[in-house]
């Protein structure tokens, strides 16, 4: 990236304290019926102002992808019904606390996000939120035109509006790339039916999501002036803000993405302010460093609180399982504590010591899923993460703790991922890999893993 072009940290700090962010114009509970913990002393919700539309928007967006399903867990995992009861407490606090961006899609929560938002949202004034979803149309029988406007009609019909205030083209760049993003949107003339939708006010605000090849993000960027993008909504947290493509070179860091929103006056959205947990799950030696700081303050709040202070940001999204993940969420937005100058380069030092750990970069977004030999993909990939933070993955039996972190990393594996679902299962078919917007090469992965458990089982490091 040229840092001529980047924006001075100083100059961002600055203005984001003279302002307080607030008004710039650029911008859970357990499964069943346990009572909330309680309620933390919160101010007003920070938000921020479309340029384009004047929308006062929650500086916390809800993301409607992990749902609380009726066992407790995220409604992405396993076969379990959505426990609507939950959706709507939450839904109703989130609303009374400020929140009001809530973003789902049709490939959410195995289908069924959108209605059990329509449900929940349909309870309150329809001018109280705004509704964000997508057109999720990745698999080819859904490219053709009316495949894809029966999706988009049918994702108003489940969230039971006659608009949709945010809308956005769905994973651009994942998959096949540029080709990919012809076929689901430009050859079929779907992107010109959502531009006539927009000009009839029946989409708000258009734009899209991006994954992946940056020669799409580019492109779209570049066909801004014919467009017209409203927002887009782009991955960057602190590890992310120059990491990415070090993580994987598949990606493009955060610092990238946001500086070419900013300068053209496009306001973001952001996904993955934790990546998929892993930055409310930081390596031990992190966690000190962050509890240090600030001992009363959540892991995540720190991750939020980086992504909130760009003032192009619009608002950050997060998938709340459980009411308390709402209202850790709410105390860090309501109002937003903007980053120092310092506390961003205590951030980035972080982000240089969790580089030292060589983990593998799944989020946990399930897209992978479901496997069709029945694997756990998500589960063997963040158990391998979660035992390299905690330094439970060792090279060689000589080393000290060997015999402690040799238990650690088997007894974990066989309590989190059933025999049935582990990687030894794994043929290498790839049909995953596709789907993954990190690039992942997952079958390379899993075979790995698979050969040191049978190493770590016969004592053979």
Known sequence: MDKKKAMNRRDFFKVAGAAGLAATALAGCRGG????????????????????????????????????????????????????????????????????????SPAYCRGLSEKATGIALARHPRNSYFVATKLSNFAPET????????????????????????YLLHGIGMGGGMEEYEKRYIDNGVLSFLLDERKAGRIRNLGFSYHGDVAVFDRLLAEH?????????????????????EINP????????????????????IMEPLLGGRLSNVPDGIVA?????????????????????????????????RMEHLQDNLRTYSPLRPLSDEEFAFLQRAADRMMQFDTIPCNDCKYCMPCPYGIDIP?????????????????????????????AWLVGYDRNVPKLRQASHCIGCGQCSPHCPQRIDIPAELHRIDAYVERLKQNKL
């Open 33 to 104: 019926k346990e009572t909330p913990p309680e309620e933390p002393a919160m101010g007003e919700m920070t938000r921020r102002t479309n340029p384009s539309t004047g929308d006062k928007v929650s500086l916390l967006g809800f993301g409607m992808m992990r749902l609380p399903s009726v066992g407790g867990r995220s409604a992405r995992e396993g076969n379990e019904d959505i426990d609507q009861e939950m959706v709507n407490r939450m839904v109703d606090y989130a609303i009374a606390h400020g929140v009001n961006y809530f973003d789902t």
């Open 143 to 166: 490219w053709p035109r009316e495949a894809s406007i029966a999706m988009y009609r049918n994702s108003l019909k489940d969230l039971q509006t006659d608009h949709i205030d945010y």
């Open 225 to 245: 002036d014919k467009y017209h993008w409203d927002f887009v909504q782009i991955q960057l947290n602190y590890l992310d803000w120059k990491y990415a493509k």
């Open 250 to 269: 598949n990606n493009t860091n955060a610092e990238y993405l946001y500086n070419e929103l900013a300068k053209r006056h496009i306001p973001a959205v």
């Open 289 to 321: 460093m962050l509890k240090q700081r600030e001992p009363e303050r959540s892991v995540a709040s720190w991750a939020f609180r980086f992504a909130g202070s760009f003032p192009g940001v619009l608002t950050v999204l997060s998938g709340m399982t």
């Open 379 to 407: 589960a063997i990939l963040l158990h391998y993460n979660k035992c390299l933070n905690e330094g439970n993955v060792p090279e060689s039996a000589q080393e000290p703790g060997y015999r402690r972190a040799r238990r």
